[in-house]
C-alpha cells in the first residue's frame, strides 16, 4: 500500500506502481499521477479497510507530507503512536535515554529562543526543530559570540519555509539543544520485517565541508561503506526495533560512528530518504527499496558487489544559494552543472522557486577518484544560477 504526496514522485517509484499494481490511496498526488501512468488508485475507504483488515499491513508513503492522514484515518492502529516516538526528536531522545544515559537535550520553546543564556550549555552543541526535515532550520554553537548570528539565521530560516511543509514534518514551535556527537554520520534505508528483524537496504556516508557544515549537500555509498558498517548497523537496529516494537515498518535512520561508537541521530519512520534520494539505492546497487520492502525482499550483498568492485556512487542535492533571491532566478544553467561529473547517471531537475533545490544528481565514480567528489562537494554553485 503506497501514499503519494509532495513534493516530488520519482519515475522509478511510478514505474514499480504500474508494474506491481500497488494500492495507491486516491488523493491530489495519486490523481495527478494517474492521468499519466496506470496505477492502481483507491478510495479512501476502501484503503483504509484494506489496511484495518491485513494481517500484516505493509504501507509506505514517499513524504512525511502523509504523516498528517496516517494519523488522522488509521488512529485505531499503532501507527500514529510509533510515528510520533520516532518522529520528534525529544520523545526519541527520551525513548533511548537508559542506553544512553549521559546523553545531553533539552526542549526549548522557539518564542524563547532569544532569551536562551548559552552561557550556562556545554559547547559544541546543536540545535533544530523537534520535528524537523531536511537539515533545516539545523545548526552547530562552538561559542556564546556565535550565538547572535545563529539565532538570526535560525529565525529566517523560519521564516522562509513557512507553510512549505505540513507541521507534522516540520514544526518550528518547538526546538531541540542537544551534545555535539562526534564521528562519521551515515544514513540508512530500512525496513523491519513481519518478526521485527531489521533488513538493511543501502547505508549512505554523509560527507560535510567542514565541521560547520549542517547541509545535506552530498553523501555517497560503496562496498567499502556497507561493508564497513552493516553488521554494527544491524545490530543497533535490532535493539531499537525491539525496544520500539517495530515490525513490517520501512524507515529512514541517522547515526554517528566514531571509533566503534554508535550514537543515534534521529529515526524516520515510514519512508526512506527524503524526496527522490532513496533511489541512489537504484543506481548504485540496482535495488529498488520500495519494492523491496512490499515484497520483503533482501539484498545479497556478495552477489551484488560482484559486479561494482571499485566503484562509488555520490548522491548530491544542489540548492540555490541563500544570498540570491529566488525572485531574481531566471534559470539554471543545467548542461554547465553537468560538466562537474564524469558519470553522470541522472539529474533531476526541480521546482527551485518552491524549495530552492534545483537538481538531485546521482552518479558514479572510482573509489580513487576522491578528486571529483571533493570538487563537488565545494562547488561554488553561483555560476549555475542565472539571474
Given at each position: 500500500?503506497?501514499?503519494?504526496?509532495?513534493p516530488y514522485v520519482s519515475g522509478i517509484l511510478v514505474e514499480m506502481l504500474e508494474r506491481l499494481q500497488v494500492p495507491v490511496l486516491r488523493n491530489s498526488m495519486g490523481e495527478e499521477i494517474a492521468r499519466e501512468h496506470d496505477i492502481r488508485l483507491m478510495d479512501e475507504d476502501t484503503f483504509i479497510n484494506l489496511f484495518r483488515d491485513s494481517e500484516k499491513p505493509l504501507l509506505y508513503s514517499n513524504s512525511e507530507d502523509a504523516i498528517g492522514w496516517m494519523e488522522n484515518k488509521l488512529s485505531f492502529s499503532s501507527l500514529p503512536g510509533m510515528i510520533e516516538?520516532?518522529?520528534?526528536?525529544?520523545?526519541?531522545?527520551?525513548?533511548?535515554?537508559?542506553?544512553?544515559?549521559?546523553?545531553?537535550?533539552?526542549?526549548?520553546?522557539?518564542?524563547?529562543?532569544?532569551?536562551?543564556?548559552?552561557?550556562?550549555?556545554?559547547?559544541?552543541?546543536?540545535?533544530?526543530?523537534?520535528?524537523?526535515?531536511?537539515?533545516?532550520?539545523?545548526?552547530?554553537?562552538?561559542?556564546?559570540?556565535?550565538?547572535?548570528?545563529?539565532?538570526?539565521?535560525?529565525?529566517?530560516?523560519?521564516?522562509?519555509?513557512?507553510?512549505?511543509?505540513?507541521?507534522?514534518?516540520?514544526?518550528?514551535?518547538?526546538?531541540?539543544?542537544?551534545?555535539?556527537?562526534?564521528?562519521?554520520?551515515?544514513?540508512?534505508?530500512?525496513?523491519?520485517?513481519?518478526?521485527?528483524?531489521?533488513?538493511?537496504?543501502?547505508?549512505?556516508?554523509?560527507?560535510?565541508?567542514?565541521?560547520?557544515?549542517?547541509?545535506?549537500?552530498?553523501?555517497?555509498?560503496?562496498?567499502?561503506?556497507?561493508?564497513?558498517?552493516?553488521?554494527?548497523?544491524?545490530?543497533?537496529?535490532?535493539?531499537?526495533?525491539?525496544?520500539?516494537?517495530?515490525?513490517?515498518?520501512?524507515?529512514?535512520?541517522?547515526?554517528?560512528?566514531?571509533?566503534?561508537?554508535?550514537?543515534?541521530?534521529?529515526?524516520?519512520?515510514?519512508?526512506?530518504?527524503?524526496?527522490?534520494?532513496?533511489?541512489?539505492?537504484?543506481?548504485?546497487?540496482?535495488?529498488?527499496?520500495?519494492?523491496?520492502?512490499?515484497?520483503?525482499?533482501?539484498?545479497?550483498?556478495?552477489?551484488?558487489?560482484?559486479?561494482?568492485?571499485?566503484?562509488?556512487?555520490?548522491?548530491?542535492?544542489?540548492?540555490?544559494?541563500?544570498?540570491?533571491?529566488?525572485?531574481?532566478?531566471?534559470?539554471?544553467?543545467?548542461?554547465?552543472?553537468?560538466?562537474?561529473?564524469?558519470?553522470?547517471?541522472?539529474?533531476?531537475?526541480?521546482?527551485?522557486?518552491?524549495?530552492?533545490?534545483?537538481?538531485?544528481?546521482?552518479?558514479?565514480?572510482?573509489?580513487?577518484?576522491?578528486?571529483?567528489?571533493?570538487?563537488?562537494?565545494?562547488?561554488?554553485?553561483?555560476?549555475?544560477?542565472?539571474?
Open positions: 500500500m503506497i501514499i503519494l504526496e509532495k516516538l520516532c518522529k520528534d526528536k525529544v520523545s526519541y531522545r527520551k525513548l533511548l535515554q537508559d542506553e544512553y544515559p549521559d546523553f545531553f537535550f533539552a526542549s526549548i520553546d522557539y518564542e524563547t529562543l532569544p532569551g536562551l543564556d548559552t552561557s550556562t550549555l556545554k559547547k559544541p552543541f546543536i540545535i533544530k526543530p523537534a520535528i524537523g526535515f531536511f537539515s533545516l532550520g539545523v545548526y552547530r554553537v562552538d561559542s556564546d559570540d556565535e550565538w547572535p548570528e545563529v539565532l538570526a539565521n535560525i529565525q529566517r530560516d523560519v521564516e522562509r519555509v513557512r507553510g512549505m511543509y505540513p507541521r507534522e514534518v516540520l514544526d518550528t514551535r518547538r526546538f531541540i539543544i542537544e551534545e555535539l556527537i562526534d564521528g562519521d554520520e551515515y544514513a540508512v534505508d530500512l525496513y523491519y520485517d513481519s518478526e521485527g528483524n531489521p533488513v538493511i537496504l543501502n547505508i549512505l556516508y554523509h560527507i560535510f565541508k567542514s565541521d560547520a557544515d549542517m547541509s545535506d549537500r552530498t553523501y555517497v555509498t560503496s562496498q567499502e561503506v556497507i561493508e564497513r558498517c552493516h553488521d554494527i548497523f544491524e545490530g543497533r537496529l535490532r535493539k531499537f526495533g525491539e525496544l520500539a516494537g517495530l515490525k513490517n515498518v520501512p524507515m529512514h535512520v541517522e547515526y554517528r560512528l566514531d571509533d566503534g561508537k554508535l550514537v543515534p541521530i534521529e529515526a524516520n519512520p515510514m519512508r526512506f530518504a527524503a524526496w527522490c534520494t532513496t533511489d541512489i539505492g537504484y543506481h548504485a546497487w540496482g535495488i529498488n527499496t520500495v519494492e523491496y520492502f512490499l515484497e520483503g525482499k533482501k539484498p545479497d550483498w556478495k552477489e551484488i558487489f560482484s559486479t561494482r568492485e571499485g566503484k562509488v556512487y555520490p548522491l548530491n542535492v544542489a540548492l540555490v544559494p541563500e544570498d540570491i533571491d529566488i525572485e531574481d532566478v531566471k534559470d539554471i544553467d543545467y548542461e554547465g552543472f553537468a560538466s562537474n561529473y564524469g558519470s553522470l547517471l541522472e539529474m533531476r531537475k526541480m521546482d527551485f522557486r518552491k524549495y530552492r533545490v534545483f537538481a538531485f544528481t546521482f552518479s558514479e565514480t572510482d573509489e580513487n577518484n576522491r578528486e571529483e567528489i571533493d570538487r563537488i562537494l565545494r562547488a561554488d554553485l553561483h555560476p549555475y544560477v542565472v539571474t
